[in-house]
């Protein structure tokens, strides 16, 4: 398929999360030192897709106020009636052709080489849409990938559904997307829910692209984590130590020493110069500047804070230069 207009993006916001046990939108718990949903904003922004649209539904009044001042569009799904149902509430502020990118907003870690690589994989292999998978040692719950004798996608089987020999199948669906929109409009009106929960799936738009002969192509990740949701506490938990292990790294490369990166929380925000020594326990917290050689001691937080060049903070220093 040749390539004709844009690219936008959808970002699936509408979800309840009711494992999380919380009255916060989902998307507003914080990762990283931003909310889930920032995060998710942040890698699209190097492809400029436009419009960004946000699906609401669940506490829409505090995911909007958060969103005011992003640039993004929104749409409403209410009542929630499954992933494709709130693809569709997106479609009528979206132009009529060009690339879609559709992703939850609740998978913090995903990046924009990804994104970028998913849409020059569909590009590339002529596809109707392309969706990015993953190995995992231990698939469990997750849609299996079955492919055709070319590789392409074939379709999305369900673990509950799945026979003894797909769910043998290591190679899961990560739950990002990219549609060429004009197929996307014809695909998602045939949508049905037909199964136990009554719902429209965004999964099933596979299977009828594949049923009408069109190509879907797969991206499988080089980072399984880079698919990570949030869907508990407990997954919360997870992706903000993936999330601080990606900026500690960072930081490492770029001449940061850092003598304990277990104990070590920087915010994605921060931003720390060559020759700095974060000692033990350090937490740099909403857009702290460190400038150049610089040692930070032991088991300090500081929020806000600018250091200039060779500045030295004693051990256990609390500082808050953002409120």
């Known amino acids: 398929m040749t390539r004709q207009g844009g690219l936008c993006a959808v970002v699936l916001a509408a979800g309840e999360g009711k494992r999380m046990r919380t009255q916060r939108a989902k998307v507003l718990h914080e990762a990283g030192g931003s909310a889930l949903i ?10 400029a897709p436009s419009p960004v649209v946000v699906v609401v539904g669940h506490l829409r009044a505090e995911v909007e106020a958060h969103l005011a001042g992003h640039g993004v569009a929104l749409a409403v799904q209410d009542p929630p009636r499954g992933t494709g149902d709130a693809l569709a509430r997106a479609l009528p502020r979206l132009p009529g052709e060009g690339d879609v990118l559709v992703l939850s907003g609740d998978v913090p870690l995903i990046t924009s080489a990804t ?51 797909q769910r043998a199948i290591r190679e899961v669906n990560a739950g990002t997307y990219v549609f060429d929109l004009a197929v996307l409009r014809g695909a998602i009106n045939r949508l049905r829910p037909d199964n136990a929960q009554g719902e429209y799936y965004l999964t099933d738009v596979v299977g009828i692209l594949v049923a009408d002969g069109l190509r879907v192509a797969g991206l499988p990740l080089e980072d399984p984590a880079e698919m990570a949701g949030v869907n508990s506490r407990v997954d919360l938990a997870e992706v903000h130590r993936l999330l601080n292990g ?21 915010d994605a925000d921060c931003t720390v110069g060559p020759d700095t020594v974060l000692e033990a326990g350090v937490h740099l917290r909403r857009g702290c500047v460190v400038g150049e050689d610089c040692r930070i001691g032991a088991h300090s937080v500081l929020e806000g804070v600018s250091l200039a060049n060779g500045s030295t903070v004693p051990p256990l220093t609390w500082r808050n230069d953002a409120e």
């Open 38 to 47: 920032d995060h998710v904003l942040a890698a699209l922004e190097p492809l």
């Open 115 to 165: 994104l970028g690589a998913l849409v020059e994989l569909r590009h590339s292999r002529n596809a109707a849409a392309a969706l990015v998978t993953a190995q995992l040692g231990d698939p469990g719950t997750y849609g299996r990938i079955v492919r055709n004798p070319v590789g392409d996608v074939a379709g999305i089987v369900e673990a509950r559904d799945a026979t003894l020999e």
């Open 246 to 266: 990606r900026v500690v790294r960072r930081l490492q490369e770029a001449g940061v020493t850092v003598l304990d990166p277990a104990t070590t929380w920087v």
